[in-house]
């Protein structure tokens, strides 16, 4: 019994030295895999040895962190990333350039109209401004290159050649701008209006030129009809009068005459439907015995909107696939295109970026609705897209290709908007995140975005449709709110209506961490209220 006594502890001693040893390489190889993990500092490292356990986050986790990497709320602005190109505000105080007004004037045929134009440096800085000018007509400057203190003004003079051609009544409005050598953004322009016509002197009276008629538009109503009225202060001499129209704002093309009595001061326009080019211009003037008046200022009218991307020749992408696009955040992982003469397809491929494309057509003035139908084209982790309106822009080239900073941190367009952002997480759920955007910061080392969106943003509780098929979206623009529909039904009421009188409009879409974001357009149909 003692023997075995001793068997039994000399091998449980054994035992424990085995033991010993069997912890001390298990803890040798965890440190060993630690080490490793610590020296690759890579998450492909951790993965290779075993599964690594992270929290579930929710939806609602899962769209702050969204959020977080795309929009800063409020007016906190993210720190400036060295080197990077301004984006404030067009212009500043410190530089900042105006004219004293259009001008016009009346000449014969062959005559030298001469303009002098006083042009005031109203910045804070001494500037010197590049003075350029558009003319239909030979014309020449007296300074291309104005040099003028804060404070000071200076003389600029435009000499205006009319052809010997040219008839009575004929015009031609030039546009002299100047601009900033310290600040290209900074520009000012002005009008200068040419008319062949003078004071006819015939004895034993004196005749005098007919003048040219006030012309006005009505707001296109819900049938997309208006009216055309003039106002004309000749007395006497007038026999009627012809009313132009056309989509082209010099009238050298598609004009469309009307020939009127000289006790009509009116015209229905009421057989128009809704196009992808929306925008009319319109003229009048006098017609007398031997002579005409010269036209009225050009009247614009914006129409209602419609494109169903049969065609691939309405402006939302072009040659390259990109041409449509206005603001953006990775130029060689985004696209839009017209698929199939069906769609409209927008397109972000990589982690946290975005992008707006536009035709840059404006929308009637409110009260009007914007509706359209999209469908996503792959379902990935959080992507999102949504419609974008009010919009602004100032004509420039937008963006301007010839440079990084013309593509990614103009100021030419879009600077700020609303967004429907509407953010897919499962083929059931789609959440609003409402944006009113008020400025943009280019800041590609902040993390997330490199463009960042600043304004005011609410997220509301996830919508449940069908989110993989085709849904209907209606925005209802008006003074006192905008209305957000899905489906037919009115989902969200947003009241901050500040930027609803700029005009331009577009899609957007956008990803998260993981996944590209790819949409499917319908139709976009875009109709005044009449209240």
């Not at 050298?252 to 080019?277: D, E, K, R, Y």
């Not at 992507?383 to 420039?396: I, N, R």
């Amino acid at each position: 019994m003692e023997l075995n006594k001793k068997n039994a502890d000399k091998a449980k001693g054994h035992f424990k030295i085995l033991l010993t040893l069997i912890f001390t390489i298990v803890g040798l190889s965890v440190m060993i895999q630690t080490l490793a993990m610590s020296k690759a500092g890579g998450t492909g490292q951790a993965l290779a040895q075993g599964p690594v356990i992270t929290p579930t986050l929710t939806t609602e986790e899962k769209i702050q962190a969204y959020i977080d990497a795309h929009i800063i709320s409020g007016d906190v602005m993210p720190e400036a990333t060295p080197g990077a190109p301004d984006v404030g505000p067009q212009g500043s105080a410190a530089n900042s350039v105006a004219w004293d007004g259009d001008k016009a004037s009346l000449g014969s045929p062959g005559d030298v109209v001469i303009y002098t134009l006083t042009l005031s440096n109203t910045g804070t800085e001494n500037d010197t401004y590049d003075i350029t000018i558009s003319s239909g007509w030979a014309s020449s400057l007296s300074d291309t290159a104005v040099p003028v203190n804060s404070g000071n003004s200076a003389s600029v003079s435009v000499e205006i050649t009319i052809p010997g051609g040219a008839t009575n009544g004929d015009s031609d409005t030039a546009t002299i701008t100047a601009t900033s050598q310290t600040d290209a953004m900074v520009t000012a322009s002005a009008l200068l209006t040419t008319t062949v016509g003078s004071e006819i002197t015939y004895l034993p009276i004196i005749f005098k030129a007919l003048a040219a008629p006030t012309l006005s538009a009505t707001r296109p109503n819900s049938v997309n009809d208006w009216q055309l009225n003039w106002v004309d202060s000749n007395a006497s001499g007038v026999t009627g009068y012809e009313l132009q129209q056309s989509q082209d704002p010099t009238f050298a093309t598609n004009v469309t005459n009307f020939s009127l009595g000289s006790t009509v001061f009116s015209q229905l326009i009421n057989t128009i439907q809704p196009s992808a080019n929306n925008v009319y211009y319109y003229r009048v003037r006098s017609v007398g015995a031997g002579q005409n008046s010269p036209w009225s200022a050009t009247v614009q009218v914006v129409g209602a909107y419609y494109d169903d991307f049969k065609s691939n020749q309405t402006g939302w992408s072009g040659p390259s696939l990109k041409e449509g696009l206005r603001r953006l955040t990775f130029i060689e992982k985004e696209d839009t295109w017209y698929e199939n003469s069906d769609w409209l397809i927008i397109r972000v491929e990589d982690s946290w970026d975005w992008a707006i494309a536009s035709p840059l057509k404006p929308a009637p003035k409110p009260p009007y609705v914007i509706e359209f139908s999209s469908q996503p084209a792959n379902l990935g982790n959080l992507v999102s897209h949504g419609l974008v309106f009010g919009g602004d822009w100032a004509g420039a080239p937008c963006p301007d290709w010839s440079t990084l900073a013309g593509v990614y941190a103009h100021n030419n367009c879009f600077n700020h908007f609303y967004n429907t952002n509407l953010i897919w997480s499962s083929a059931t759920d789609l959440t609003l995140l409402w944006e009113r955007i008020d400025t943009l910061v280019y800041c590609p080392n902040c993390g997330g975005s490199p463009l960042k969106r600043l304004g005011d943003v609410l997220s509301n509780p996830p919508f449940h449709p069908n989110a993989n098929n085709f849904n209907t979206y209606r925005i209802e623009v008006r003074q006192s709110g905008i209305k957000f529909f899905l489906n037919g039904d009115l989902r969200y009421t947003y009241n901050d209506t500040r930027w609803i009188n700029d005009p331009y409009f577009g899609v957007f879409a956008s990803t998260d961490e993981y996944s590209n974001s790819t949409w499917r357009y319908e139709y976009i149909r875009v109709t005044p209220l009449d209240n």
